[in-house]
């Protein structure tokens, strides 16, 4: 239970024990009253005992239709692997794939999913110490600073913003992106097509930016992402992937590995080339060198 004030009221303990319990409530009443019950008191009351959590809300839904494809698994992984926003230390930087994003406090229950999405300046884990469930914008006080949506056929007018909604229905989620959360860029992917589509925020509304070719450069974290033809877990195909102000491939933890081992494998044969010399030139002075097994 999230409630640990002792003077909270009842009405507000009950309306998140129904909220607990799976009853979703919350949603269909004013959701004001939790708002003004939170300021009314002096000092008002801290939001993370009073507005629902990640663990109040549910993380995911069994009925929802669909589950991630492999593409879905591996591109937003390779997304995470080669985010690496120099000017951010590690531990505050949150990357996550296919997490419900809560974004209104007046609809505690509408939530988006995203492909992949980041958020700077946040506790790689939630308050410093557990994984996420979700992301809940208004526990956490920071939105995302880019979206990334793969598109799928069924999902294509609704990433573009090309989807219409029913009055009383929750917004799109180029609305919520656009409009509720502000998020600076967003990008969308068809895989079908290898087309790069990317969106900034001028203004109160998102611009397309003109490329002149498949990569999108983001100032704020000295990153591009791009397309890139490699293989990755074994697939030979057009990835996106992030870049760093030299143009270069942001590597993977396996890459780096790799590069690592390659560099050593290098640097052993350099010094092998260097004791065979060394040892003619000896030999060629009537000197027979006196080398240890290992070398």
């Not at 239970?1 to 129904?18: R, T």
């Not at 995911?60 to 879905?72: F, I, N, Q, R």
């Not at 988006?112 to 506790?123: M, Q, T, Y």
């Not at 860029?185 to 509304?205: E, H």
Request: proline share 7%; glycine share 6%.
């Amino acid at each position: 239970m999230c409630i640990e004030n002792d003077n909270f009221s009842v009405d507000c303990y009950l309306l998140f024990e129904h909220l607990s319990q799976g009853a979703f409530l919350y949603d269909e009443v004013d959701s004001a009253t939790l708002l003004g019950m939170m300021y009314q008191t002096d000092p008002p009351l801290d939001p993370k005992k009073v507005l629902p959590t990640m663990y109040d809300l549910p993380s995911e839904d069994p009925e929802e239709p669909g589950l991630p494809d492999e593409y879905h698994l591996l591109q937003p992984q390779l997304l995470g692997y080669t985010f690496c926003p120099a000017n951010y230390p590690e531990g505050e930087i949150f990357v996550a794939s296919d997490l419900n994003l809560y974004y209104n406090v007046r609809h505690p229950l509408w939530y988006k999913r995203p492909d992949w999405f980041a958020v700077l300046g946040v506790s790689r884990l939630y308050e410093q110490r557990e994984l996420r469930l979700s992301y809940v914008v208004w526990q956490e006080g920071v939105n995302p600073f880019v979206v990334v949506e793969l598109l799928s056929p069924g999902t294509e007018k609704e990433d573009l913003g090309q989807a219409l909604r029913e009055v009383n229905q929750p917004p799109t989620k180029w609305e919520v992106y656009e409009r509720i959360l502000r998020v600076p860029f967003y990008i969308v992917f068809d895989r079908y097509s290898d087309q790069l589509r990317a969106f900034q925020l001028v203004g109160s509304s998102y611009s397309e930016l003109e490329l002149s070719e498949p990569r999108v450069w983001m100032n704020d974290i000295q990153l591009g992402l791009g397309l890139w033809q490699g293989v990755y877990q074994g697939i030979d195909r057009v990835w996106l992937r992030w870049y760093d102000a030299a143009g270069n491939w942001i590597l993977t933890p396996e890459e780096r590995e790799r590069q690592r081992a390659e560099q050593e494998s290098q640097q052993l044969e350099r010094e092998r080339r260097r004791v065979e010399r060394l040892t003619e030139q000896l030999r060629s002075l009537g000197v027979e060198p006196d080398l240890d097994d290992e070398v």
